[in-house]
C-alpha cells in the first residue's frame, strides 16, 4: 500500500483500527456493479460493501482491463478516498496511472473471494506506515487560473484586473486533465452571454469633459475621488457619478429636472437610478440609503418597463456569496455589495424563469446510478438540467486488423462487457456470412437460447441497477441475485427457477409508488431512430428477431408495450424476460456461440443481432482467413444523441430515471 | 444516575439503529459490522474539499448532533427518567429539531461541491414538505393534553393511546418524521442513486462518523417523540416503564428504517404536492376533530 496506507506510527491502537477496517471494507467499483455483476461477481457475497462515492470507499475494485481515458478517471477516484485505501484488481492487465494494485486475482468470483482475503491481510499490516508517499499522476494535475468575480467568463491564467469592470481577478482551481472525474468541482458558469457591461459600471465610459464629476467605485460608493482611477478597496474602475454642484443643498424635483436637462449625456445614455440591492423596488434617482433597510443604494440604468422584471427573485440564491465559488473573499468586500440585482442581471434565465447559478456537475463515468463508463456531464440550472454532455469513456472503434476469427470472437465479446454473448453471436454470424457457412439448425437454436439468456440476465442487471437508483434497496438485491444466477445457468436450472423469477417480476410490477415514480418520464417522441426494448415500449415493432427463421421455430412474436415512458420500458423489460423463459424452454439446448472453422476464406460478412439493448450491426472483412476490418454499430448509438432532448429542463432525479430507464451500454459507443 | 441511564440507552439505541440500518441497507443482520465501521471511520483520514467554506463544513455535523441531543433531552423513558422535563417539551423538541435543517444546508454548502449543494437545497423544500405536519400533530396532542408537557402527555394518554384517538394525526406525524430525519423513501438530500451521497458525499473520517452519529440521534428523538405524543410512552401492563418506553421506540425505529425501502424515492415535486394539497389539509382535519372529540367526549 505504497500510495494508500496512512502516516503513522504501528500503535497498539492503530493496529486494532487497522484490524477493524480490514473487516470492514467498502469498495467503489470501477467501471461499475452493473459491469462486475455482467462478469458474474457477486460482491454482497464476498463481504463487500459498495459505496456511492469514493469518498466512503477504502477499496478501489477494478474489474477487468480499462480503457485509458477510464483510468485517467480512476486515478481520480482514487487520489479522492481517504487514506488508508487500497486497489483490488480482477483480471486487469494494466493500471498505470493508477499505483500498483495491492492485491489482485481472476475475473471470477473464487478469484474475488482469494483476493479478498489477501487484501484483507494487506490492509491489516499496512493501513498504517511511518513513511507514506505521496500519489501523484498527471491525471491529478490542477492549475490555478484567474477569473472575475462579477464576469465569470473572464478567465486568465495571471493574476491581474478584469478586462470589463477592472476587479482584481480571484484565484480558483480547474483540472489540468480532460477526462471527467466522479468528484463534483464547481465551476463558474461559462455560459453566460458575452460580456454585456453591467448597468453598475455602464457608465465608465463616458467620462464628462465640463462639467465637474465625480467618481466611484460600484461596490464601494463610500469611495469618492475626484479622478478616474482604480477602487483602493477592490481595484475595480471607479465610475462617474454626477456630482452636485457645490453647495448646492437641494434635493427637490427642480433639481433632477435641472440636472437632467443639463446633463452631458442625455441624448445616448439612459439616466443613472439608483436601488437597493434587497429591495429593488426602491427606486432614487440619487444615491443614498434605502428608506427600509438601510443599505447604500446601487445605481442601475432606469429601465421603467422592467421594474417587475424578475431580477430580484429570491431564488438567485447563493450567486450572492462570491466566496463560494471562487476561492478566497477580497479583503474589503462586503458581501452585501455582491447585489443579486447585478450579479443575476446577465445570467440566462431557464425555462421558468429563474435565474440562478449555473454549476457543471459530472454524473459519470462511475456514477452508481448510471450504466460504468458513461460520462454525463450536467450544467444544472438549479436542480433542473441545462445543457447535457455525453461521453463513451469505454467507446472507439473495434481493432480488428490481422485478428484470426477465434480471437477476434473474443475480443469483440470482452469489448462489450454487458451482452457478451449477444455480441459473440454477433461476431460469428458474420464471420459465417463471409464464409458462406451456416450453423445447423439445432446449433443455431441454442445459440438463440444462450442469447436470451443473456437477454433475461442483463434485462435483470438493468433491473438492480434501476432499483439502486430509485432507492428500491429490496428489488436491487433480489434482481442483483437472479441476474448472477441465471447468466450462467443451463436450461433446466433456468425452467426450475422460472416460477420465481415470474413472481419477483410480478411484484416488481405491483411495487407501491413505482406509477408516480415512472410515468410520464422519459418519453421520447414518435419518429425518433429508437430501437430495442426502447422502441417496443412504445409500440413500434422493431426487432432483429422477428423474421429469423430460427426464432420463427421458437414461436417467437414481437411483444410491445405502450406508454413509451420509464414505466412502460420497465414493464417492456419484464414482459421479455417472460418471452424469452419460454423460447429457452422450447429450445431446450442452450450453448455460448462459438466460432466455427471458416479456412482461409476472403470476403465480406454482417450481420445484425437483437442484443438486449437492441439491434447491434457489425460488419467484417476478412482476407485469407483474416480480419481486415469489422464495422460496428452498436444499439445505444441510436439513443445517446436523444439523451439531451430528453432531460431538458428536468429535474435531476427525474432525468436520472430517464437516462436509467433508457439502459444505454456506452461500450464500443463511437468514441 | 438517571442521566447516566439515559446516555446508556441512548448509546443503545443509535447502535440498535445503525444495525437496523445495516440489515436494511446491505440484507445482512450483523452485530458486529456497525462498530467495525466505526472504529474504522476514526482510522480514516477526514479530507477537506477544495475549496470549502471551512466554518459551515466543520460546524454542520456537529449542530445536527447537538440538534438531536437537545430534542432527545425532553423524551421521558419513565416518570422522572427524562434529562429535562421542560413545561414547554413539545415545542423545545420542535425548536431543537429546526436545526436539522440549518445543520442539512450547511452540510450541503460547505463542502463546494455539486451532489452535496443540491442535496442541502433538496433539503430545504423537504422541510417545506414536512414542517408543518411536525407542528400541527403536536397542537392536537397538547390539546388532549392541555399541556406542552411531554410527561403529561405521556399521562394525559393512560385511558386511550393517541394513536387511536388521533389516528390521523399519528400518520402525519410519522410521515413527516421520516421526511425530518431524510429516511426512505424520502431521502432526497442523500440520495445514493441519484446524488451518490448528497450532504454527505464530501465527509470522510471522523466528521462522517459524527454525521451518522447524529442522524441516529435524531432518528432515536423522533421515535422517542412518536412514542411519547402516540404511543403511551412508559404506559403498559407488567413491564416496568422505561422497559416500554424502549420496547416501543425499538418497535418505531424499525418500522420507520425498513417500510420506506419497500418504495421508490419520492419525486420531491410529489413530496412537496403531497404535503401541502393533501397533509396540511388532514393535519387542519385531525386538529377540528380532536378538538370537537376533547369538547364532546371525556377521555
Known amino acids: 500500500m505504497m500510495h494508500g496506507a496512512r502516516t503513522g506510527m504501528r500503535t497498539g491502537l492503530r493496529r486494532l483500527i487497522a484490524g477493524a477496517m480490514a473487516r470492514d471494507l467498502c469498495a467503489f467499483v470501477v467501471p461499475g456493479s452493473d459491469v462486475a455483476r455482467a462478469r458474474g461477481l457477486d460482491l454482497a457475497r464476498a463481504g463487500l460493501h459498495l459505496a456511492a462515492t469514493p469518498r466512503h470507499a477504502n477499496v478501489l475494485l477494478v474489474v477487468g482491463t480499462l480503457p485509458p481515458d477510464l483510468r485517467d478517471a480512476a486515478t481520480v477516484a482514487y487520489a479522492q478516498m481517504p487514506r488508508p485505501r487500497a486497489i483490488l484488481a480482477l483480471g486487469a492487465d494494466t493500471l498505470a496511472p493508477l499505483p500498483a494494485a495491492d492485491a489482485t486475482g481472476p475475473l471470477t468470483q473464487v478469484g474475488l473471494v482469494a483476493a479478498l482475503a489477501d487484501l484483507r491481510r494487506v490492509v491489516a499490516n499496512g493501513a498504517f506506515a511511518a513513511k507514506v508517499t505521496d500519489f501523484d499522476a498527471p491525471a491529478l494535475q490542477t492549475r490555478i487560473e484567474y477569473t472575475c468575480p462579477m464576469h465569470p467568463e473572464v478567465i486568465s491564467d495571471e493574476p491581474g484586473n478584469c478586462p470589463i469592470c477592472g476587479m482584481t481577478l480571484m484565484p480558483k482551481e480547474a483540472s489540468a486533465s480532460s477526462p471527467a472525474a466522479h468528484q463534483p468541482k464547481q465551476s463558474a458558469p461559462a455560459h453566460q452571454p458575452p460580456a454585456v457591461a453591467h448597468a453598475a459600471h455602464g457608465h465608465s465610459t463616458h467620462t464628462a469633459a465640463e462639467t465637474p464629476a465625480q467618481y466611484t467605485c460600484p461596490m464601494h460608493l463610500e469611495v469618492i475621488s475626484d479622478e478616474p482611477g482604480n477602487c483602493p478597496k477592490c481595484g475595480m474602475f471607479l465610475v462617474p457619478v454626477d456630482a452636485k454642484p457645490v453647495g448646492h443643498s437641494g434635493h427637490d424635483h427642480h433639481d433632477h429636472h435641472d440636472h437632467h436637462d443639463h446633463s452631458k449625456h442625455v441624448a445616448t445614455e439612459t439616466p443613472t437610478q439608483y436601488t437597493c440591492p434587497m429591495h429593488p423596488e426602491v427606486i432614487s434617482d440619487e444615491p443614498g440609503s434605502c428608506p427600509k433597510c438601510g443599505m447604500f443604494l446601487v445605481p442601475v440604468e432606469a429601465k421603467p418597463e422592467d421594474h417587475s422584471g424578475h431580477d430580484h427573485d429570491g431564488h438567485a440564491g447563493h450567486e450572492g456569496h462570491a466566496g463560494h465559488s471562487g476561492g478566497p473573499a477580497i479583503d474589503g468586500i462586503e458581501p452585501h455589495f455582491m447585489s443579486m440585482v447585478n450579479l443575476t442581471r446577465d445570467m440566462p434565465a431557464s425555462a421558468d424563469g429563474l435565474k440562478m447559478e449555473w454549476i457543471e456537475v459530472p454524473f459519470g463515468p462511475f456514477f452508481p446510478g448510471l450504466p460504468g463508463g458513461l460520462g454525463l456531464t450536467l450544467t444544472l440550472d438549479g436542480d433542473a438540467i441545462a445543457e447535457t454532455r455525453v461521453q463513451s469513456l469505454v467507446g472507439g472503434s473495434i481493432a480488428a486488423d490481422g485478428l484470426t476469427p477465434a480471437e477476434f470472437v473474443e475480443r469483440f465479446a470482452d469489448q462489450s462487457p454487458l451482452c457478451r454473448v449477444a455480441n459473440r453471436q454477433l461476431a460469428c454470424l458474420a464471420l459465417e456470412n463471409a464464409a458462406s457457412v451456416a450453423p445447423d439448425a439445432r446449433t443455431a437454436t441454442a445459440r438463440a437460447a444462450a442469447v436470451e439468456r443473456e437477454r433475461i440476465a442483463s434485462h435483470l442487471g438493468w433491473l438492480a441497477s434501476f432499483a439502486a437508483q430509485t432507492g428500491l434497496v429490496w428489488m436491487e438485491r433480489r434482481a442483483a441475485a437472479k441476474q448472477l444466477s441465471i447468466q450462467a445457468a443451463p436450461v433446466d436450472q433456468i425452467a426450475a427457477n422460472a416460477a420465481s423469477l415470474r413472481a419477483f417480476l410480478h411484484r416488481v410490477r405491483k411495487t407501491p409508488l413505482l406509477r408516480a415514480k415512472l410515468a410520464g418520464n422519459g418519453r421520447i417522441g414518435e419518429g425518433k431512430p429508437v430501437v430495442g426494448p426502447v422502441a417496443r415500449a412504445q409500440g413500434v415493432q422493431s426487432d432483429a428477431r422477428a423474421g429469423d427463421w430460427v426464432y420463427d421455430a421458437l414461436g417467437f412474436q414481437v411483444v410491445t408495450g405502450t406508454g413509451g415512458d420509464a414505466l412502460a420500458r420497465l414493464h417492456q423489460r419484464c414482459d421479455e424476460i417472460n418471452q424469452s423463459l419460454e423460447l429457452i424452454a422450447r429450445a431446450k439446448e442452450l450453448s455460448v456461440p462459438e466460432p466455427q472453422n471458416i479456412g482461409t476464406v476472403t470476403g465480406q460478412g454482417q450481420a445484425t443481432v437483437e442484443t438486449p439493448r437492441g439491434a447491434a450491426h457489425l460488419v467484417v472483412e476478412l482476407l485469407g482467413g483474416k480480419l481486415v476490418t469489422a464495422t460496428y454499430r452498436p444499439p445505444s448509438a441510436a439513443h445517446i444523441d436523444l439523451l439531451a432532448d430528453l432531460i431538458q429542463a428536468q429535474e435531476i432525479a427525474d432525468a436520472l430515471v430517464a437516462v436509467g430507464s433508457l439502459d444505454l451500454s456506452p461500450w464500443g459507443l463511437p468514441a | ?299
Not at chain 2, 475549496?51 to 433531552?73: C, I, K, S
Request: glycine share 10%; charged share 10%; hydrophobic share 60%.
Open chain 2, 1 to 299: 444516575m438517571s442521566i447516566a441511564i439515559l446516555l446508556l440507552t441512548l448509546t443503545l439505541g443509535a447502535y440498535f439503529i445503525a444495525v437496523i440500518e445495516g440489515w436494511a441497507v446491505h440484507g445482512r443482520f450483523s452485530l458486529t459490522r456497525p462498530a467495525l465501521s466505526a472504529v474504522a471511520l476514526f482510522g480514516r483520514e477526514s479530507l477537506l474539499a477544495r475549496t470549502p467554506d471551512r466554518l459551515f463544513f466543520e460546524a454542520a455535523p456537529v449542530l445536527l448532533l447537538v440538534a438531536g441531543l437537545l430534542a432527545v433531552a425532553v423524551i421521558p423513558l419513565a416518570p422522572g427518567l427524562i434529562i429535562a422535563d421542560l413545561a414547554t417539551g413539545a415545542l423545545f423538541l420542535n425548536a431543537a429539531l429546526a436545526y436539522v435543517l440549518v445543520a442539512l444546508i450547511m452540510a450541503g454548502w460547505g463542502p463546494n461541491g455539486g451532489y452535496a449543494m443540491i442535496g442541502g437545497w433538496r433539503f430545504l423544500g423537504q422541510f417545506i414538505a414536512y414542517a408543518m405536519l411536525i407542528v400541527m400533530p403536536i397542537t392536537a396532542v397538547a390539546m388532549r393534553a392541555e399541556s406542552l408537557s411531554t410527561t403529561m402527555i405521556v399521562t394525559s394518554q393512560a385511558d386511550l393511546w393517541n394513536v387511536f384517538y388521533q389516528p390521523l394525526g399519528f400518520v402525519l406525524f410519522v410521515l413527516a418524521a421520516m421526511g425530518l430525519a431524510w429516511l426512505p423513501p424520502l431521502d432526497l438530500p442523500n440520495a445514493p442513486g441519484d446524488l451518490a451521497g448528497g450532504v454527505e458525499a464530501e465527509y470522510t473520517g471522523v466528521r462522517l462518523a459524527v454525521l451518522r452519529l447524529a442522524r441516529m440521534v435524531i432518528i432515536l428523538a423522533l421515535a422517542g417523540a412518536i412514542v411519547t405524543f402516540y404511543l403511551g410512552g412508559w404506559l403498559g401492563p407488567w413491564l416496568p416503564g422505561w422497559a416500554w418506553s424502549v420496547i416501543k421506540m425499538l418497535v418505531v425505529t424499525t418500522v420507520m428504517l425498513t417500510t420506506g425501502r419497500l418504495v421508490p424515492r419520492v419525486r420531491e415535486a410529489d413530496l412537496l404536492a403531497a404535503g401541502w394539497k393533501l397533509g396540511i389539509p388532514l393535519a387542519l382535519a385531525n386538529i377540528f376533530l380532536v378538538g370537537v372529540i376533547a369538547l364532546v367526549v371525556d377521555i
